[in-house]
Structure formats: C-alpha cells, structure tokens
C-alpha cells in the first residue's frame, strides 16, 4: 500500500494514533478531528493594467479552546483548502505544546505572487483582510507570514484592519516590520528555537555537540540560520548540505561565510568549491550525529527511513517525517524530535510581539531569546516528561506521538473547562 501523503488525512492519523494511546474522549477526538470553522473568501482586485481580477482565499480556524486563533497566511498558485486545515491542525498542537494562550490557524489565497506588481500584492492583501473583515482580530485570530508573504504585507494588512476598527491595531497580526510594532528576533526566532532543542536533546543521549557532525537538509531562511547557529552555540561542525538543486559534503566541516558566499554567486550551494557533491537523496544518508531537515515535507519517508544513519532528526521544516518513518526511526534508536516541538520558536516569538502590541512596551533582542529559551525548554520537558510517564507504565513511545499526548490533552482540558463536551 502506498503511504497517505494528504497533508490533512496526516494530520487526522496523527491524531487518531495519539487519541488511541492516550484514551481520548469520543467526543473530544470528534471535534478535534475537523476544523471549528473554514471561510472561503472571493477577492477582486484592481490590476495595474486597470482590469479587476478575482482571487480566492481561505481562512481556518481549526480550534479557539485555548485562545484566539494564531497561524500565517500563505500566497501560493497551489494552494488548496486541505493543506490549508492540516496547517491549521498542526498550530493548534504548536500553540498547545508551546503552552502559549493561542488556538490554531491558517489562511491562504491561490495566486501566483511572483507576477504580482507590489501594487496588486497591496491591493490583493488588502482586499484579503477586508473580506476576513471580523473573523480575525487580536482576540479572535491572528494571523502572520508564512510561504510567500513578509513583514510589508503583514503592515498592509495590519493598516487595513486598523482602518476597518477605526482604530490602531498591531496587535491583529505578527510578523511586522519593527517600525510598526514588530518584535526584535523575530526574523531568526525559528532556527533559535530549533537550536535550544536540540542542546536540550543532545543532553539526553550524551551527545558532545561541540564534537559533533551534522547535516542540513535545505539552505534557505530557515536552513542558513541553523547552520550559522548550529555552528556558533554548540562548537559542532557541518559537514553536509543541499538545496533543491543538490548537496555538498565535507567531512572536514563546510565554511559557512564561503557557502554564503557561493550561493548568493552561483544560486546554489554546490557553487561550493570544497568537498564533494552528493544528491539530495544520499545527503540524507550521510554518517553523522545531527540531521536537520529545514527544506520541504515528506523528505524521510518508508522508502529511505532505514538508511538514516544520525542520532537525532531535528525537524526544522514542516512534515519532513511521514507517520511511517517516524515508527521506523523510532525502532531504530534514533532521537526524532517532532517538527511541531522544533519549529515552535516562531510562534512563540510571534506570540511575544502580540503581548509587546498589547502592553505597549517593547524588549530587547536578549529578552527574546532568553524567553524563548524558557518557554521552548519547557516544552521539551513536558514532551520527555511525558514519555517517561508513559514507560513507567511499560508502554514505549516516541517523542512525537509525546508531544501530541501533551497538546491534544491540553486541548481537551481546555474544551472541558468550557463546557463543550
Ligand atoms: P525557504 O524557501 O527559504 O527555503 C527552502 C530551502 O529548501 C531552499 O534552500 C530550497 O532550495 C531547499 N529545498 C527545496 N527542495 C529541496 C530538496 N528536495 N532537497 C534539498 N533542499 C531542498 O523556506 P524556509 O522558510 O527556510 O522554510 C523551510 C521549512 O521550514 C519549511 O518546511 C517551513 O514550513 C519551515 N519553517 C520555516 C520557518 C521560518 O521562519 N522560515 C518557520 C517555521 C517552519
């Protein structure tokens, strides 16, 4: 049988497999397995040449238990309403996990942003916002950058909700420019998250990161950040990277100022003069102590599962593991910490900004990253706490199916105290 790659029928095994090990309530598991509300909007817009086209958008709420919803708005010409609900699932685990007061969201509109003017990108995100109207807000749902969109049309459309209110409101939407209420370390919030993880996992199997190799999966925003972090804070030593065009390897360790250097000049990283190139396939497979996937998803899959040769997986990207790997990986000894544990630095660095919108105050770089560190350490303690409960009672399970257990329950709590089942 081939495996399920639906991003939305992911998301509902998941749920599902962590429903069945926790003893969920029926009915809880029922409305956590669909979104609280989905809207399809129809937006026309003004094109330079003065024609006016219609585009399509969505917005899912999937669940507001625990606080006003909270995921990005994605611009892409594939964009479906399925990825849409999975995203939207998978930031009510973040937020849950992270323990930060926020529900789980996700918007996206079908377009192709890279033949959009910035006159029709304002006009299309504006326009956007207006046919969300009150379905978002810093109580209701907040939404942030994600695929294709950035901290200009964040301000866009933060400046046409605040006109819409009457009022100013940063606090609608995160991502911003500093200048109109963005948070300092927002821009390397991710990988910083992800860092803290992965010297807190390090420390669980012994793992010496200042002698350690690693390898990383993807060279972009998130990719580049991890490397120069992994580098700077833990002393290790990259020794393999790809982008979609291929990798490179170096058991010596990879430069990182002269691959920057190489890719702004060739566009890829194989513009790398040293070591040897290897294709994305047997990156992956290299001899090493960290793999970090920060690319695209289903990249570790029951095809290749078996050949991973690292200790940790520190998933950076968004579902680079499928539910089939990850049973595999686990069997094989292998630490795989969970995307929605890894990646969570950008929403909690999201969810400082709003608290920075709503007190007026704002903090310092340092401030951040120490919260952060906080916050994200703590969810990598619930997550291990967890599953040393769970082998107390002679049952074994993996740090993902850990961090759902810890996320859908917290979910749970919440829809009980409110009285919705
Ligand atoms: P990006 O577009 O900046 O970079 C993606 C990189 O992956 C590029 O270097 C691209 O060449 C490479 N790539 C694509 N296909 C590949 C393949 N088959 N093999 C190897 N490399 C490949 O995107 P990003 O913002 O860095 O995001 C990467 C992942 O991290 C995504 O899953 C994203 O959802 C996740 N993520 C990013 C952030 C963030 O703040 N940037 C936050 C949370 C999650």
Redesign the pocket.
């Known amino acids: 049988m081939s495996e399920e790659l639906n991003p939305f029928k992911i998301a509902q095994e998941e749920l599902d497999a962590a429903a069945e090990t926790m003893g969920l309530d029926k009915t809880a598991h029922a409305i956590l397995r669909e979104p609280k509300r989905i809207l399809t909007v129809n937006i026309p817009v003004k094109m330079q040449d003065g024609t006016t086209k219609v585009f399509n958008g969505f917005r899912v709420l999937y669940n507001d238990a625990r606080g006003p919803g909270k995921g990005g708005i994605r611009y892409h010409p594939l964009e479906n309403v399925d990825t849409v609900k999975a995203l939207s699932a998978w930031m009510t685990w973040k937020t849950s996990l992270a323990n930060i007061p926020f529900g789980g969201a996700k918007g996206g509109v079908i377009c192709d942003p890279k033949t959009l003017n910035d006159f029709e990108l304002e006009n299309l995100s504006r326009g956007y916002i207006r046919a969300l109207g009150r379905a978002i807000g810093p109580k209701v749902d907040i939404p942030a950058p994600d695929?294709y969109t950035n901290p200009q049309i964040m301000a866009w459309m933060m400046d046409e909700y605040s006109e819409l209110v009457g009022y100013d409101e940063p606090g609608v939407i995160t991502g911003k420019p500093l200048e109109i209420g963005g948070s300092e370390g927002r821009f390397d919030?991710?990988a910083m998250g992800g860092m803290y993880v992965l010297r807190e996992a390090a420390k669980t199997i012994n793992l010496d990161l200042k002698n350690s190799k690693i390898i990383i999966?993807?060279?972009?925003?998130?990719?580049m950040f991890a490397f120069e972090i992994a580098t700077r804070l833990s002393g290790g030593k990259v020794i393999g990277v790809?982008?979609?065009?291929g990798?490179i390897y170096d058991p010596d360790g990879i430069d990182y100022n002269k691959l920057l250097e190489a890719k702004k000049r060739t566009g890829k990283v194989q513009g790398y003069e040293k070591g040897q190139k290897v294709t994305?396939e047997q990156?992956l497979e290299l001899d090493a102590d960290v793999l970090i996937p920060?690319?695209?998803?289903n990249?570790i899959t029951a095809a290749n599962a078996d050949r991973i040769k690292t200790k940790i997986v520190l998933e950076?990207?968004?579902?680079?593991v499928t539910p089939d790997a990850d049973k595999i990986l686990f069997e094989k000894g292998i630490l795989d910490m969970p995307d929605f544990l890894v990646?969570s630095g950008?929403v909690i660095v999201s969810y400082f900004e709003w608290v920075q919108d709503i007190g007026g105050y704002y903090w310092t770089q340092e401030d951040v990253y120490k919260r952060l560190d906080t916050i994200i350490t703590r969810s990598f303690n619930d997550v291990i706490g967890m599953q040393k409960q769970y082998a107390a009672n002679g049952k074994k399970i993996s740090p993902r199916t850990a961090a759902y257990i810890v996320a859908v329950d917290r979910v749970a709590r919440a829809m009980k105290f409110r009285g919705w089942y």
């Open positions: 695929v919030s991710t999966q993807g060279f972009g925003n998130a990719g790809s982008d979609s065009e990798g994305n990156l920060a690319a695209i998803e990249q950076l990207a968004n579902g680079p990646n950008g």
